[in-house]
């Protein structure tokens, strides 16, 4: 694991059934198999949100098995990024469709550089992400036709998320594209580290039923070398 990039669990955006589960000892520890249990709460952000900026206090719980510590995200967030996972989102289709950032930036209210850096962060990732969500994509959906090259790199990446998101659809139940696309990437859509994206498919299991609980699943379990 990268230093830059923290070993988060993601969860669902509803505290209640976070802090249920959590306290139910449900929730799995993103660097083993240990369960996690009630560990105070990680430092407060404000997180601009499609709905407009919200300060959260993500959760923390601790390992009983290895002992370490992990963040519980919330997967309309992404780890280090103080807009939500939606905005970032829009900015990125937007971009994609070939509005410039200075125009995005100004459609969604948004700083020009900061727009700017996850363009270019995506394209540096587009490769690695691509590679990813198209696993993940055949992963979840044996039957899935395959994904056509677009115009860049950048667009083919949001196409193989696009398609995983189908078909995470149609094993569990539709899920928003870009809160998928947080939760199985462990939060680290946009992270430049070699952290590998949790991979579901090392642990040898089909796809659970139920979308949420199989997303934080697979923080649980190992990631390949
Ligand atoms: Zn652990």
Redesign the pocket.
């Known amino acids: 694991m990268g230093a830059g990039a923290p070993m988060v669990l993601m969860v669902g955006p509803d505290a209640g059934e976070v802090e249920r589960a959590l306290r139910a000892g449900e929730l799995v520890?993103?660097?083993?198999?240990?369960r996690?249990r009630p560990w105070g709460f990680a430092s407060p952000r404000t997180v601009v949100l499609a709905g407009g900026a919200e300060r959260r206090r993500p959760r923390r719980g601790r390992?009983?098995?290895?002992?370490?510590t992990?963040v519980l995200l919330p997967d309309v967030m992404l780890v280090r990024r103080a807009h939500g996972v939606e905005v970032i989102g829009a900015a990125l289709h937007a971009s994609a469709e070939g509005a410039g950032w200075r125009r995005v930036a100004a459609m969604l209210g948004v700083a020009a550089t900061t727009v700017r850096g996850w363009v270019r962060r995506w394209a540096e990732r587009a490769e690695r992400l691509r590679a990813h969500f198209t696993r993940l994509a055949v992963w979840l959906d044996a039957t899935l036709a395959p994904i056509g090259p677009r115009a860049s790199p950048s667009a083919d990446a949001l196409e193989a998320v696009a398609a995983a998101a189908v078909a995470a659809g149609r094993r569990w139940s539709a899920m928003p594209l870009w809160r998928f696309a947080a939760a199985a990437s462990g939060g680290r859509l946009l992270c430049n580290t070699g952290s590998p994206f949790p991979a579901p498919w090392t642990a040898g299991s089909v796809p659970a039923r139920d979308c949420h609980h199989e997303l934080g699943g697979w923080n649980g379990r190992r990631a390949p070398p």
């Open positions: 520890c993103p660097g083993c198999e240990g996690l390992c009983r098995r290895g002992g370490g992990h």
